[in-house]
């Protein structure tokens, strides 16, 4: 005997598609309007503004909510990159890189969502998936000899991190392009791992 899906599971699958419209909705219209109204991001999510609000209880939750669907995309596209395979190094570059590139499709967003006050045990929560990631190279890169063992793998996990927003600063504020951002990422970062690059 075959059973249809009951109501309280067909009100669930439907709040999650009006969520999901919602976000995808915000990303886009805030990319373009950063200070864009929560009834203009309704109106292109094709949902009323109380919808909006019984997903989000006020505007900040909504952009907090945006910036941990784009980290969570940031993360599936450094993921991609098979950070399991080959020397650690060429895995760790790549990771970045994804990661850089993602970000980048959201030039005007992401600076507005980074200034939004947070805690930092909310940061460090966001930036855990990332952490994981960077920190699992690292430590693989440690234990082939590739990286200097002596120093915490979790330590050069932050500096990596911390890197790699100087380079992302340094390239929106005109001191640096792109590429030569890029580029002293990838030296300096090779060098605090212990690999003197040419």
Do not use: C
């Amino acid at each position: 005997m075959s059973s249809s899906p009951t109501p309280s599971r067909n009100r669930r699958a439907d709040a999650r598609r009006s969520r999901a419209a919602i976000l995808a909705a915000a990303v886009e219209l805030l990319d373009t309007e950063p200070d864009a109204s929560v009834d203009a991001i309704a109106t292109a999510a094709g949902v009323s503004r109380q919808t909006v609000y019984a997903h989000f209880p006020s505007r900040d939750r909504l952009l907090a909510a945006v910036l941990d669907h784009l980290t969570e995309e940031t993360v599936a596209a450094m993921d991609a990159t098979d950070p399991g395979s080959g020397p650690a190094a060429e895995a760790l570059l790549r990771l970045l890189d994804a990661g850089d590139r993602a970000a980048g499709r959201h030039p005007a967003l992401l600076p507005k969502l980074g200034a939004l006050p947070v805690t930092p045990q909310d940061d460090q929560a966001r930036h855990a998936p990332v952490a994981e990631l960077l920190e699992r190279v690292i430590r693989r890169g440690q234990e082939a000899g590739e990286f200097d063992a002596g120093m915490p793998a979790k330590w050069l996990v932050t500096v990596t991190i911390r890197l790699a927003h100087a380079a992302s600063e340094e390239t929106a504020a005109g001191r640096l392009s792109k590429e030569e951002s890029r580029q002293a990422l990838h030296t300096t970062l090779l060098r605090a791992l212990g690999i003197t690059t040419s």
